[in-house]
């Protein structure tokens, strides 16, 4: 197995822990390892060392167990929109996830999501990728970040614009090469079918079919290119996901990495500076690398 550079290993308990905090109950799995292994004599900075948070939030943790035991892991009430659905419907939407899609009046054996993205990825005569656009913005993006307390908090300047720059993004999830293309113009249909048949152009593989997953915005299924999406359906297709289903997307993880790495906590004069501040990680990520197979690998 090839040594991980300390880039890598970064990268990949960023995703890690991105991962962990993605729902209720992988926070609360999160701050049950972390009583547990105070309980087992571990002191707060060690298990803060070993998770990824502070030892003031495990302190956090172990004084909200001692107070109400395990209801004290639990989230609490997050401000937000409220839920469309009623309990009932939640119910009746949960019950019908738990059975077959043939009792609820589909023609399928399993619902989309994960496990039809899983048998894809083990698919071996297929190619897959995943596409999706993003715009990097000038204004940058701030995020917390630990200073000593001894030390004045730093400011971080903030551009007062709304400018951005536009890509679109394609990554090969078993190798993480990336491809990028800045559209001519806005995205639409004409900027979509130009990177499509892009891709398809450097994805061509004679022993493979080329899938790409991509999400449901209009240009993507534009008539203006479908007679061409039928043209080349023997090798290269479109796996369109479910609506509203962004975190199926492995290239979302992508673009939330380039923020971090790149544009978070920064000032940006110019959209010129923007580009040349990711400039270097996506030349990078053209090639073959480590970090982005591992970012974006469906188990």
Same mark, same amino acid.
């Given at each position: #197995? %090839?040594?991980?550079?300390?880039?890598?290993?970064?990268? #990949?308990?960023?995703? &890690?822990?991105?991962?962990?905090?993605?729902?209720?109950?992988?926070?609360?799995?999160?701050? !049950?390892?972390?009583? !547990? &292994?105070?309980?087992?004599? #571990?002191?707060?900075?060690?298990?803060?060392?070993?998770?990824?948070?502070?030892? +003031?939030?495990?302190?956090? *943790?172990?004084? =909200?167990?001692?107070?109400?035991?395990?209801?004290?892991?639990?989230?609490?009430?997050?401000?937000?929109?409220?839920?469309?659905?009623?309990?009932?419907?939640?119910?009746?939407?949960?019950?019908?996830?738990?059975?077959? $899609?043939?009792?609820?009046?589909?023609?399928?054996?399993?619902?989309?999501?994960?496990? %039809?993205?899983?048998?894809? @990825?083990?698919?071996?005569?297929?190619?897959?990728?995943?596409?999706?656009?993003?715009?990097?913005?000038?204004?940058?993006?701030?995020?917390? #970040?630990?200073?000593?307390?001894?030390?004045?908090?730093?400011?971080?300047?903030?551009?007062?614009?709304? %400018?951005?720059?536009?890509?679109?993004?394609?990554? +090969?999830?078993?190798?993480?090469? &990336?491809?990028?293309?800045?559209?001519?113009?806005?995205?639409?249909?004409?900027?979509? *079918?130009?990177?499509?048949?892009?891709?398809?152009? =450097?994805?061509?593989?004679?022993? =493979?079919?080329?899938?790409?997953?991509?999400?449901?915005?209009?240009?993507?299924?534009?008539?203006?290119?479908?007679?061409? +999406?039928?043209?080349?359906?023997?090798?290269?297709?479109?796996?369109? !996901?479910?609506?509203?289903?962004?975190?199926?997307?492995?290239?979302?993880?992508? *673009?939330?990495?380039?923020?971090?790495?790149? &544009?978070?906590?920064?000032?940006? @004069?110019?959209?010129?500076?923007?580009?040349?501040?990711?400039?270097?990680?996506?030349?990078?990520?053209?090639? $073959?690398?480590?970090?982005?197979?591992?970012?974006?690998?469906?188990?």
């Amino acid at each position: #197995m %090839k040594a991980l550079t300390i880039s890598d290993k970064e990268n #990949m308990i960023m995703a &890690l822990q991105d991962e962990i905090r993605r729902n209720d109950a992988s926070r609360y799995d999160h701050r !049950l390892h972390g009583v !547990l &292994l105070v309980a087992q004599g #571990m002191t707060c900075p060690q298990v803060g060392g070993v998770l990824g948070d502070s030892p +003031r939030t495990v302190v956090n *943790w172990v004084q =909200r167990f001692e107070a109400h035991g395990l209801a004290g892991l639990t989230e609490g009430q997050r401000v937000g929109r409220p839920s469309r659905l009623t309990d009932k419907q939640l119910m009746a939407v949960e019950r019908a996830l738990r059975s077959s $899609p043939v009792k609820c009046g589909l023609a399928t054996q399993m619902w989309d999501g994960p496990k %039809k993205l899983r048998l894809l @990825a083990r698919n071996n005569e297929i190619d897959l990728w995943a596409m999706d656009e993003v715009h990097f913005q000038q204004h940058g993006s701030r995020c917390r #970040m630990w200073v000593p307390p001894e030390i004045s908090d730093p400011i971080c300047l903030h551009a007062p614009t709304r %400018k951005s720059i536009s890509f679109f993004g394609a990554v +090969r999830l078993k190798t993480g090469k &990336l491809v990028m293309s800045q559209p001519k113009g806005m995205f639409d249909a004409v900027t979509c *079918w130009d990177f499509l048949r892009k891709l398809e152009r =450097r994805s061509r593989r004679a022993d =493979r079919q080329t899938v790409v997953i991509i999400d449901n915005a209009r240009y993507h299924h534009a008539n203006l290119h479908e007679a061409w +999406r039928q043209d080349v359906a023997d090798h290269f297709r479109l796996y369109f !996901l479910p609506p509203y289903s962004p975190e199926l997307n492995p290239i979302e993880r992508v *673009w939330k990495l380039i923020r971090r790495r790149c &544009l978070h906590n920064r000032y940006f @004069a110019t959209l010129d500076d923007v580009v040349e501040a990711i400039d270097p990680t996506l030349r990078a990520w053209a090639r $073959p690398n480590i970090t982005l197979q591992r970012l974006c690998g469906i188990l």
